[in-house]
Structures are given as C-alpha cells and as structure tokens.
C-alpha cells in the first residue's frame, strides 16, 4: 500500500471518529467500560470473516503477549478517559489530548521505528498549535478552564498508552512479530483490549442496568462497533504499515475540526472568527502530511 493510499485512509478516519461522538451523545447514560467492551466485541465480530482468511489468523503463542501489550494500551485509554471524565475539565483533556502525536513520535525513537528528523516533529508542532485553537474557542463563553489535577494526570497517561499502541504496531511488523494482515491486528488488539475493559467493568460497574438499553442504544453500539471501532481501527493499522507512528496519530488534530464542523451544523450562532485560525492550522498541518507523506522508518 502506498503512503498517499494512507493518508486518504486516515482522513476517512478522522471523519468517522468526529462523527462518532455525537452518536455517542445519543446513547443513554449505560456503564461506560461494559459498553466498550460491548462495542469491541460487535468490532470484532465484523472482523472475524476478513481476518479468519488470512493464514496468520491464530497468533504464534509468542506474540500472545505483544497483542496482549496492545490490548492493555486500548484498554488503558478508554479506561482513564471515562474515568477523567468526572475529575477534569473537558478543555484540559482537549489540551492534553494534542501530545499523543508528539508522544508517539517520541516513542517512535525509542522502538526505531521514526526518524531523528525536523520535518515531522515540525508539523505535528502545527497540527498541535491548532487543535489547542480550537479548544480554546470551543471553551469560550462555557467557563473553561485549564488546570492539572489527578484527574488530568490519569488521563494524561491514557494518552500515553494511546500514543504507545501504534508504536508498538510498527514495531511488530518491523520485527516480522505480527501479522501483515491489518484486520488480524486489528482483531486481536481489540478482542484483548475489550476483555480486560470488560473485565473492569464487570468488578466496578452494576452492569445489570444494560437491561435497560433501548432499541435505539442498540442500533447507535452497533454502529460504533463496526464504523467506530472496526473500521477506524482497521484503517490505523493499514496505515501503520506505510507511515510511522507519529504521522498516523497526528490526524487526530482533524477531530476537534469535524467535531467543530458538525457543532456549526447543529447551531450556526456560534460560527465567529475564534474558529478561524485553530482551523487554519490544522488544515494546514495536514496538507503537509499529505504533501510531505513520510516513508517507513530505519527499522521497516
């Protein structure tokens, strides 16, 4: 697959993410980690036709613990986001959230899968400077306020884990550790992630009140399986085999902007001139990822 086939794979990415969390919005308030669990094993039911034909499909038992790792990193991610939730600011969390590209990049040197280089870094810089614009306008006129507390410091480590999980994808492949099939990654990084969300969820949360999930909660955790957690999922490991860690993670600048896009649709009152130059840079940021695609790092 070619860099630019990646880079138009992540921008559909970007787009399915931004329009996931308003059918997020939609659902009824339902246990947070019993419904991800939920939602990746509807994710990997979609999976299992296209990844039980590749010859890889089962895993050598010792790469078990490598799909275990990338689990633990989803799982670690959505854990201290919906824990964060309640103990910090939406804004702080749209700040924090900028770093993972540069997190991931930084991790990239370290597993040698990115390149000691100024261009990348310099971009993801943009990309950042213009997501955190963006935050700051959604934050005025709402009282939002930047601040560290516990609650930022968990979920600065979900980011963290956020950023590992496709370091440690192009690690895999680099070493010829994981499977060259996208949907088989993709299947058992998700099936083992949800086991241990699900599994958190089953020790703290009264999972009985899923008995009171409607029709429509059903249709809209369908759909986030197989679009928001199959599909996008799939499409960050397709694109981890033609670009490094720290251009797959940097379209999630592209969220906050569709996020913003759909927030213009829903109540154009609040279009203004504070949205412009977060915009500006983001979508400069990205036309440069797409100009300037970057190849596999030294180890691939």
């Known amino acids: 697959m070619s860099p630019r086939s990646a880079h138009l794979g992540m921008l559909l990415w970007a787009l399915l993410v931004g329009f ?22 509807i994710a990997c039911t979609g999976l299992w036709w296209l990844a039980r034909r590749s010859p890889a499909f089962l895993p050598a038992p010792r790469v078990l613990p490598l799909y275990g790792l990338m689990g633990l990193c989803l799982a670690g991610f959505f854990g201290a986001m919906f824990w964060a939730a309640h103990h910090a600011t939406a804004l702080s969390m749209a700040t924090l959230y900028v770093t993972v590209p540069l997190l991931a990049f930084l991790l990239g040197l370290g597993f040698g899968v990115e390149r000691l280089a100024w261009r990348l870094p310099a971009i993801l810089a943009l990309g950042a400077v213009g997501a955190l614009g963006l935050a700051f306008a959604e934050s005025l006129g709402e009282g939002g306020e930047w601040r560290f507390g516990r609650g930022e410091a968990v979920f600065f480590l979900g980011c963290l884990s956020s950023a590992l ?114 915009s500006v840079l983001v979508i400069a940021a990205i036309a440069l990822l797409l100009h300037n695609g970057r190849t596999p790092g030294p180890a691939a």
């Open 20 to 41: 996931s969390f308003p059918a997020v919005g939609l659902m009824s308030p339902l246990p947070p980690f019993t419904l991800t669990a939920l939602r990746f094993a």
């Open 165 to 278: 999980y496709p370091v440690l994808s192009k690690w895999g492949l680099a070493t010829g550790r994981l499977a060259e099939s996208a949907a088989v990654r993709t299947f058992w990084s998700l099936g083992l992630g949800g086991a241990l969300i699900g599994g958190v969820g089953l020790a703290m949360e009264p999972v009985a009140r899923l008995a009171t999930m409607s029709w429509r909660d059903g249709l809209l955790l369908v759909y986030l399986g197989l679009f928001s957690s199959a599909l996008t999922f799939w499409l960050l490991q397709r694109a981890t085999a033609a670009l490094t860690p720290g251009a797959v993670t940097a379209y999630g600048y592209l969220v906050p902007f569709v996020s913003m896009l759909l927030l213009f649709v829903e109540t154009p009152a609040r279009l203004g001139w504070e949205w412009l130059p977060g």
